[in-house]
Each structure stands twice: as structure tokens, then as C-alpha cells.
């Protein structure tokens, strides 16, 4: 399965952001996502909040279920699936039944926090979800990927499912990574990208797009930004023109292209682009920027 899924796959598909589809009517969602296939994209990833998000989005397996049926080729895939909005039964009926419906078109991605011990939560979930597996008939088997971030994450993704898919990561996490899944699994790292040449403007907009000046507290990604060698200094309030340049890709269109590659070189077997938007249709027309470039 893994070797269908990454041909399938290849180079370079798109995440776009729970606000960005929840501000899209669906008959816009159909055009844009027939657009992004036209385009040469292999895959759409979709993200979800936890369930105590102040903002709901659009459920994500019912969103997947859009843009399968509005395209004829294009692989749909949870970007991630909150463990804490469906139990684990639910997740894998609903992705089976996917799976059944559109053959080597869904990628299940799996993530969030259940209880104190995320890794311990996230285990049993898989655990419930494979014991669902094998007391139902519905659907087909279906590839499955782990958010992950730190060596334990990438051990349970390596063990219990077909990949890891990093969100918002340096590609000096790329490599480390690939070291830590081995050759056979999937890598599939999400790439922020902003079409803006000014490097004040274009830092600045990353700022405050993501709030990053008020995260003082210390989070997962703090802690592996440590881990990847960035300082308290590059970590701290709006964090480091250095750390915001390596984790963020900003510029022209080759610009970016060129971070996309050097993932790829890596060892990432397909890499997402998630311009920062939340307007869906300006999503689209940048990946439409900057497709020809990919095809280059």
C-alpha cells in the first residue's frame, strides 16, 4: 500500500486551512479543487481543530467527501483528523467507506490530544480503531499517517501506521525525520508559504497571521525547536527572523519552488503547500502562481 500511495502521490499537493474552506461555500469549493487537479497538484490535505477550538470548521472526513466527488483524480487526505472530535469506531467506518467509494484516493491523517499522555492517547486510538477494523465489513483498507514531531511520535507513526506528516517544520526536520521512519514509510511535511518578495513585510505578515508574538508559552513545538538547535533567543516572543525564514517559505514563486525541492531532497516523498490565507479562492490562485514552476 505504501508504494501505491507515494507513486500516486508524487511530488507536491496542497493543505489548506480549516478558515479558509469553512469561508468557502461548497459550489466554490467544487471549482476550486477541479482548478487545483487541472493545475498538476496530487493531493489535498484538509485540517481540523480540536474539539474545544473556539472556531468550528467544517468536519473533515464529510469535507474530504467534497472534494473526492468534485475531482477524478486527486488523493484527499486529513491533514489532520482530531482524534478528539470522533471516536476511533466512527473514524474508521467513515474512512473505510471513503476508501471503498474512491479506490487509492484517501489518506488518513491522524492527530490531537486525548488526556494528559498524547502518545499513550494516540496509541489507544489506533488500538480502537484496528479492533473496529476487524469486527466490520464496511469499506477497504486505507493508508494512515501520524502528526509528529518529536523521535517518539515518528517510532509510534513508524510502528503502528504507513507515515508521519509534519506540520510547519523546518527541512532540517525533514532530514531528521526520514532518519527516524526509516526508507519505508511516508514523509509528507507541510510547507507555509507567503508570495510576498519584502522581507519586513513578508515576516511581518507570518507574524501576524499566526499570532506568533503572543505563543510565549512552552508548547511541543517550542520544545522541538529546541531540540532542532534553534535558541531560547530565535524561540522567544515573534521568534527569529531565522527561525520564521527556515520554518516559513517567502518570496517569488522559484523562491519557493526551491524549499519545496529541497525537501524532496530531504527524503520527503511529497510535499504540501499551504499558502497563508484564509480566503479560498486567493488559495488557489497562488498555487496557480506557482505551479508552473513545480512542472519546471
Same mark, same amino acid.
Given at each position: 500500500m505504501i508504494e501505491q500511495t507515494r507513486e500516486r502521490l508524487g511530488g507536491f499537493g496542497v493543505w489548506i486551512s480549516p478558515v479558509a474552506l469553512l469561508n468557502a461555500p461548497i459550489d466554490q469549493q467544487r471549482e476550486g479543487f477541479?482548478?487545483?487537479?487541472?493545475?498538476?497538484?496530487?493531493?489535498?490535505?484538509?485540517?481540523?481543530?480540536?474539539?474545544? $477550538? %473556539?472556531?468550528?470548521?467544517?468536519?473533515?472526513? !464529510?469535507?474530504?467527501?467534497?472534494?473526492? $466527488?468534485?475531482?477524478?483524480?486527486?488523493?484527499?487526505?486529513?491533514?489532520? !483528523?482530531?482524534?478528539?472530535?470522533?471516536?476511533?469506531?466512527?473514524?474508521?467506518?467513515?474512512?473505510?467507506?471513503?476508501?471503498?467509494?474512491?479506490?487509492?484516493?484517501?489518506?488518513?491523517?491522524?492527530?490531537?490530544?486525548?488526556?494528559?499522555?498524547?502518545l499513550t492517547g494516540l496509541r489507544t486510538y489506533l488500538d480502537q480503531m484496528d479492533a473496529a477494523a476487524e469486527l466490520s465489513s464496511v469499506g477497504v483498507p486505507y493508508p494512515r499517517v501520524l502528526a509528529a514531531l518529536g523521535p517518539k511520535a515518528h517510532a509510534l507513526a513508524a510502528e503502528r501506521t504507513h507515515g508521519a506528516h509534519p506540520f510547519l517544520q523546518p527541512v532540517k526536520h525533514t532530514e531528521s525525520a526520514r532518519q527516524l521512519l526509516g526508507p519505508d514509510r511516508l514523509l509528507i511535511p507541510h510547507q507555509a508559504l507567503l508570495l510576498e518578495t519584502d522581507a519586513d513585510t513578508a515576516?511581518?505578515?507570518?507574524?501576524?497571521?499566526?499570532?506568533?508574538?503572543?505563543?510565549?508559552?512552552?508548547? %511541543?513545538?517550542?520544545?522541538?525547536?529546541?531540540?532542532?538547535?534553534?535558541?531560547? !533567543?530565535?524561540?522567544?516572543?515573534?521568534?527569529?527572523? !531565522?527561525?520564521?525564514?527556515d520554518t516559513f517559505a517567502w518570496g517569488t514563486p522559484k523562491t519557493i519552488t526551491r524549499r519545496l525541492h529541497d525537501h524532496l531532497d530531504a527524503g520527503a516523498d511529497h510535499v504540501l503547500l499551504h499558502p497563508l490565507t484564509d480566503d479560498f479562492a486567493e488559495v488557489v490562485d497562488q498555487l496557480a502562481e506557482i505551479a508552473p514552476h513545480l512542472r519546471g
Open positions: 477541479a482548478r487545483i487537479e487541472a493545475l498538476g497538484y496530487r493531493s489535498v490535505w484538509f485540517g481540523e481543530p480540536p474539539a474545544v $477550538a %473556539p472556531v468550528v470548521g467544517r468536519e473533515v472526513i !464529510a469535507q474530504l467527501a467534497v472534494a473526492l $466527488a468534485s475531482t477524478e483524480r486527486l488523493v484527499a487526505a486529513s491533514g489532520i !483528523a482530531n482524534i478528539s472530535r470522533r471516536d476511533a469506531g466512527t473514524t474508521h467506518s467513515a474512512a473505510a467507506t471513503l476508501a471503498e467509494a474512491y479506490p487509492g484516493r484517501l489518506v488518513l491523517g491522524l492527530g490531537g490530544k486525548i488526556g494528559d499522555r498524547p515576516r511581518g505578515q507570518m507574524r501576524t497571521m499566526l499570532a506568533l508574538g503572543q505563543r510565549d508559552a512552552e508548547t %511541543p513545538y517550542t520544545r522541538h525547536y529546541r531540540r532542532l538547535g534553534y535558541t531560547n !533567543a530565535d524561540i522567544a516572543g515573534e521568534r527569529s527572523d !531565522a527561525l520564521i525564514d
